[in-house]
């Protein structure tokens, strides 16, 4: 398992434990998901939140793409974001896993809803064999700012950092069922109240703003 972890510097992470199982060694992790990968996409979602609660044209455009033009300004969507700003921001403990035997044919990252709610337990955010390599189709390409340079990686962090910290498409609510990409999008109009719970919408505004 590769850990990734915060420091004590606000919204920055470390590298400081690599755990071996007996078929992954440490030059099979680093070939699936190296450092620089992971601090690139880590540090584009900071930035991206950095920017995406500012009240400019850039930062509004983005939230009305994903939220829609009633909720883009809206106190509740403004602070769903600040509180996922506020936690990349502060010195609490992130772990970022690699997980080498997840079988979840589809995703590249997987987290637990909530789990800054429990105090017996680190936050983390696990990583897939599939992290590093996943890359989108041409279909889905154009709905993001970083069509080529770690667009789906930053979009994972930051969907699975809104499921963490401030619980999208928890299992017990209304939003369960998780919308992805245009089906995301489309939620804008359709169901803006939706959108304002679904991980996705989530992670593509932080791209768009990265």
């Not at 070939?31 to 900071?46: D, F, K, T």
């Not at 990349?88 to 637990?112: E, G, Q, R």
């Not at 955010?125 to 069509?147: G, P």
């Amino acid at each position: 398992m590769l850990l990734v972890h915060s420091d004590n510097e606000a919204g920055s992470l470390h590298i400081i434990k690599v755990f071996m199982t007996p078929h992954i060694t440490h030059d099979v992790i680093e070939h699936i998901a190296p450092r620089e990968v992971i601090m690139q996409a880590w540090n584009a979602v900071v930035a991206g939140l950095q920017y995406c609660t500012q009240d400019t044209a850039r930062a509004r455009w983005a939230r009305q793409s994903w939220f829609g033009k009633h909720m883009e300004s809206s106190p509740e969507l403004l602070a769903r974001l600040t509180l996922l700003q506020n936690f990349v921001n502060s010195t609490k403990p992130l772990t970022i896993a690699f997980d080498p035997l997840a079988n979840i044919p589809t995703a590249i990252a997987y987290t637990y809803s909530r789990r800054l709610d429990d105090p017996l337990r680190v936050p983390a955010i696990y990583l897939t064999r599939k992290f590093c390599t996943a890359q989108t189709n041409d279909r889905v390409k154009y709905l993001m700012k970083n069509r080529n340079n770690n667009g789906v990686q930053i979009i994972a962090l930051a969907h699975e950092l809104s499921h963490l910290v401030i619980g999208t498409n928890r299992k017990t609510g209304n939003y369960s069922a998780e919308k992805y990409a245009h089906e995301a999008k489309n939620l804008r109009d359709k169901d803006p109240q939706y959108a304002l719970h679904n991980a996705d919408n989530y992670g593509f505004c932080i791209e768009m703003c990265s």
